[in-house]
């Protein structure tokens, strides 16, 4: 990896699915070694998938100044509301089977919360959820995907919402495990 950095082929290195130990020991090894490290950590963390990243990651990125870049920011399409009742998830395939892991009282919780931001904002759930993860400490930015143009310009419109303390602190109390 420095090689490819030194020739000026990558510009940065980042890793994704390491255990907190091992990303923390590869961060050790390029220092003692003098080698290029990860400057980029993408671990799967948004409002209903908190407690892994918040326990294992989050303050060793914020600590070593490493960018986070989470996926599944809206968890599946679970966060843009379109997933509230279980026949929802079944006419959407494999992506719905996965929102689905979140349909209980806690998910419920969040989408509530989510909808009471959004209506204040005139913003819809997607947009409020990445907007909490974009004012997160430590995240650089949210990996979200979109499957047309339409969808794309409303995850834009997450850039420009600012959320303000009591709208997190909600979503934080009913997003909390």
Known sequence: FSRL???GKVRAIGASNFTADRFERALLIAEQQH???YECLQPEYNLVARAHYEKHYEMLARRKEIGVTPYYALASGFLTGKYRH???????????AGAMRHLDARG???????????AAHQATPA???LAWLIARPGITAPIASATSATQAEELVGAMQLALKPGEI???DRASAA
């Open 5 to 7: 950095i030194e020739e």
């Open 35 to 37: 080698l290029a490290r």
């Open 86 to 96: 279980s026949g929802d998830a079944a006419r959407s395939g494999a992506r719905g």
């Open 108 to 118: 419920r919780r969040v989408l509530a919360a989510l909808d009471e931001v959004a």
């Open 127 to 129: 947009q409020v959820a």
């Open 169 to 171: 602190s909600a979503l």
